[in-house]
């Protein structure tokens, strides 16, 4: 199918939500919350697919890789864009992770300016569960035991034999993959998995370190708080979040909730409804000054707090809360109500096929983790934000099967079968940005024969996935050079980027 007249996938599900009730208005603030906190690529609002040598198809395969009894298939989408293509040329992938497909990086980015110079046929394909790429009829928990990371592995590598022998034509195309986050992981693990078929692939942001209690995000935020808002604004969000459990702890819970402006009170005795504020909170106050992947944005944020005329400091941050938030009458900071956008279990909707909230908290509570807990003494958001809370939410998700115990051997067995920070892979490349916090979970320092780690400097996240321009850094435009270097090397250039 031809793509030059596509309306983005996002706007036309989203719409659905604009109904104006007080019910749809609290559910499209969460779900515009959830969204801006989903670690994926940036791409541009105003993007729709013009390309007219990308087409989509769909692959057919197995549901379960691992039983041979169970012979049940369903198709995945994916696209192809042959602009550039050389024949003996490479096959170069940008590999789908826990959002809805795009054509935007096999029609801009670096990759696709890698490309054009190597003569790639680019293509990119949707992760089982996610998008329209279902294999089930629901998402209920029973639905969902296919969804896993080794499973996608096996979908990704079967589809790359068809596009060798069948789209392309040449079974013995170099194949060289991309991706970003978990998408990135998915990528250097196909590598390490299937060196005979994967000549090389490069992790953005890859977060190959499953983590039970990823308590040093809190941590490294509150460093860049301190480094770009002053140890002024550091210590007010401490002393506020430090005095907001102290009056909930001498039972005037009513007065917090009150500053804060929440849709409800917090019942007696409702520890889930504690820490659900206290993560909101912290989270209001992540986003404001990181959404825009600017230092300056950080700053900004300290002086408005700072120059609040309030008595204290929870006033002034409860000040600045209701302002960042003056488009809703209230604040839904409550457990249930912030678990309603992951129960929907309709795989079309668009808790799921936009933002993939049920799938991506089912492979944290299963494979991965990486739940940002406030566990961490050396951070200003209080200490309200614990494993307990996260326990709750895979329980009320998925069912109380769901304990510590499971989530933490899953946490285990992810980091035993990839090898997690030390996965010792020949052809992987790992880039991170200086200011993002998942690069704890991903590789900074690795050297393997034609592999590296480069930390970008100055830079957030997913900086280096774009073309080459005039606004980028010295440093970035190295870094963004040695990049398609390894892509040439893994193709048998030899040549050594380093």
Known sequence: MKLSRVIPFVVLLLAVLTTGSPTADRRTRLLDTFQRHLIKPVVPQDFVPRNENTTGGRFRTRIDHFNPQN????EFSYFSNDEFYRPGGPIFIFVGGNFAMTTYYIEHGLLYDTAARDGAWLFTNEHRYYG???PVQDYTTENLRFLKSEQALMDLIEWIDYLRNTIVGDPNAKVVLMGVGYGGALATWARQRFPNIIDGAWGAGAT?????DFQEHAGDIGEMIRRYGGNECYNMIWVAFRTAQYLIDAGLDETVTGLLNTCEPIEPGNLLDVETLFYHLKLAIQDAMLAQRNTDKIRDVCEAMLNSTEDTALHDLASWLNNYYANLACNPFDFDANMEAAQ????????NAILGLRQTQYQACTEFGWFRTTDLDEQPFGDRVTMHFFLSACRALFGEWVTDAVIYEGVRLTNLHYGG???RSTN????NGEYDPNRLVSITSYINPLSYAYVVPNEFLYSE???ITEDDSQ???DIKQSIQGYIGAWQGEGINPV
Not at 71 to 74: E, P, S
Not at 208 to 212: D, Q, T
Not at 344 to 351: F, Y
Not at 428 to 431: A, H, R, Y
């Open 465 to 467: 996935i774009y073309s």
């Open 428 to 431: 992987v490349l790992f880039t």
């Open 344 to 351: 929907v279990i309709q795989p079309g909707a668009p808790e």
């Open 475 to 477: 440093q970035l435009v």
């Open 208 to 212: 190959v370190l499953a983590s039970f």
């Open 132 to 134: 329209t790429s279902t």
């Open 71 to 74: 012979r049940d298939t369903f």
């Open 421 to 423: 920070q030390d996965p």
